[in-house]
């Protein structure tokens, strides 16, 4: 069974610009997380889709936003982009919502490294 | 101050050696604990996962534990290999917050042959 699946995987934007990120899930998974990931902050969670709706948001500006499609596929997009915006950007997807609980396995990409200039 | 503290922030050891990561949390209501491994630009890959009632759980040469009362967890790695050199992340959620997963800053790993 193919992985997580992520593109770009390393992208470079000047300030100001906006970026799209693109997540395929494992097949079969319906929820989908994004995570930012820097050396200062670690891991941070952003917001989670399930069977194409918003289920979860972390505590990011509404520059950060996302989607998911009818075929679990996720896409995060940041617009008007800061220097702060560098970083590991992750994806992570789980069989049922609410990886967070309960022993859902959360399977996670190899991330889009994002720097921005 | 971040709800899961990790220690040490970083460790080297010979290879064959054992050794022992620390994670304390004050996440509650706790729901579960997570370790991953992070290999240099990949994703994490998880190893352990572990809920209220139990204490311990292993995974090859890694053993987690879990003491619920003082929220505290360790992961233990058996007779280390050169492959063993990665950050381990030990992430927490709550129970009732909808993915409420707190990660900790993770221990930065270097196994020297």
């Known amino acids: 069974k193919a992985g997580v699946t992520q593109t770009p995987r390393y992208l470079i934007k000047t300030r100001g610009q906006q970026v799209t990120l693109s997540c395929s899930p494992i097949?079969?998974?319906?929820?989908v997380s994004w995570y930012q990931q820097t050396p200062g902050q670690g891991l941070q969670f952003l917001f989670e889709?399930?069977?194409?709706?918003?289920?979860n948001k972390g505590n990011f500006p509404g520059r950060f936003s996302g989607r998911q499609f009818s075929n679990s596929r996720s896409e995060m997009n940041v617009s008007t982009l800061e220097l702060g915006d560098s970083a590991l950007y992750l994806c992570?997807?789980?069989?049922?919502?609410?990886?967070?609980?309960?022993?859902?396995?959360?399977?996670f990409g190899p991330g889009t490294r994002l720097t921005v200039t | 101050k971040n709800q899961v503290e990790q220690s040490p922030q970083s460790l080297i050891i010979l290879e064959g050696k054992n050794c022992t990561l620390q994670?304390?949390?004050?996440?509650?209501?706790?729901?579960?604990l997570r370790w991953y491994k992070q290999d240099t630009g990949r994703g994490p890959v998880s190893l352990t996962i572990?809920?209220?009632?139990?204490n311990t759980k292993s995974n090859g040469r890694y053993t987690a534990t879990l003491d619920a009362d003082t929220k505290q967890s360790s992961l233990h790695i058996t007779a280390s290999q050169l492959s063993d050199s990665a950050s381990y992340i030990c992430v927490v959620s709550a129970l009732y917050n909808n993915n409420d997963m707190r990660f900790g800053a993770g221990t930065r790993l270097t196994v020297k042959p």
């Open positions: 994670c304390n949390y004050t996440v509650s209501p706790f729901s579960n």
């Open positions: 572990m809920t209220f009632s139990e």
């Open positions: 097949s079969g998974h319906r929820s």
């Open positions: 889709y399930f069977s194409e709706t918003q289920r």
């Open positions: 992570a997807s789980s069989l049922e919502s609410l990886p967070g609980q309960g022993e859902y396995e959360q399977y």
